[in-house]
């Protein structure tokens, strides 16, 4: 599943030149952001849905080629993150769920049609669709990853 947005338009001027000064510190915050996203993704109203796991446990974070984190990292245990990314953008953060069905679970999980939440999903309680696109479109969790991002560039002074 494929969804775009450029989190560094929202920090400020100051902290764009410090992220071009030290490159570094930089792919640092990106990489937890990057993991901070998969825990919201997975976690945070509306949650991913939930039968065996798979989907929770496809997650994987690179910043630009390298794989920097994975859903394991937060616990899903089941599934399989993809090991690489062609995108070497520099200091570019791709955070992938690596299942056919990703993208279709996101968009279509609706309780009025189309997909429909199973047992454990309802039981879970906070499950939904836009899992991804809602939050990444949602202010919110944009200033949420931009804090990250900043208190990890911050951090060196």
């Given at each position: 599943m494929a969804k775009s947005l450029e989190i560094t338009?929202?920090?400020?001027?100051?902290?764009?030149k410090l992220a071009k000064e030290n490159p570094d510190l930089a792919r640092k915050g990106l990489g937890q952001a990057g993991l901070r996203m998969i825990?919201?993704?997975?976690?945070?109203?509306?949650?991913?849905p939930l039968k065996e796991g798979f989907l929770r446990g496809s997650g994987a974070v690179f910043v630009e080629a390298k794989k920097v984190a994975d859903s394991k990292t937060i616990g899903q245990t089941k599934g399989k993150p993809p090991s690489s990314n062609p995108d070497s953008e520099p200091l570019t953060t791709t955070v992938v769920f690596d299942t056919p069905y990703a993208a279709r679970m996101d968009q279509d999980l609706d309780p009025k049609g189309g997909l429909q939440l199973g047992?454990?999903?309802r039981q879970a309680g906070?499950?939904?669709?836009g899992f991804i696109s809602k939050k990444v479109a949602s202010k919110k969790y944009q200033s949420i990853w931009a804090e990250i991002i900043a208190?990890?560039?911050?951090?060196k002074y």
């Open positions: 338009d929202t920090l400020t001027d100051g902290l764009k825990a919201d993704f997975v976690n945070e109203a509306p949650a991913m047992p454990m999903s906070n499950v939904g669709g208190n990890v560039l911050k951090s």
